[in-house]
Nanobody, 120 residues
Framework: QVQLVESGGGLVQPGGSLRLSCAAS????????MSWYRQAPGKERELAAR???????KYADSVKGRFTISRDNAKNTVYLQMNSLKPEDTADYYC??????????????WGKGTLVTVSP
């Protein structure tokens, strides 16, 4: 079993910055990938950023150039540095991780989410 706990959400003005953290704990020997998804009211959940075990990253076009995902492997923690925030970035941000189980297959886990509000 793996637990993901997000932190760092809050209220920020347009153009401001915010840094989200997601700490993974539990039965973790390695992590295949960690991602940040976001979901605004009335909208589908979308992938904002993903980082793979080898370090490769993927970003949604809407956040590319403004958001940076990174990992601290020793702490099993993923970060999302969000710069130049826009009102349309307002959403619940969810951490997701794919962690191999004892059989060696990847299992997905979700955090409970943290709210980011971008408003003047």
């Amino acid at each position: 079993q793996v637990q993901l706990v997000e932190s760092g959400g809050g209220l920020v003005q347009p153009g401001g910055s915010l840094r989200l953290s997601c700490a993974a704990s539990g039965s973790i020997y390695s992590i295949n990938s960690m991602s940040w998804y976001r979901q605004a009211p009335g909208k589908e959940r979308e992938l904002a950023a993903r980082i793979i075990s080898g370090g490769s990253t993927k970003y949604a076009d809407s956040v590319k150039g403004r958001f940076t995902i990174s990992r601290d492997n020793a702490k099993n923690t993923v970060y999302l540095q969000m710069n130049s925030l826009k009102p349309e970035d307002t959403a619940d941000y969810y951490c997701h991780a794919v962690v191999p189980n004892t059989r060696g297959i990847g299992v997905g886990y979700w955090g409970k989410g943290t709210l980011v509000t971008v408003s003047p």
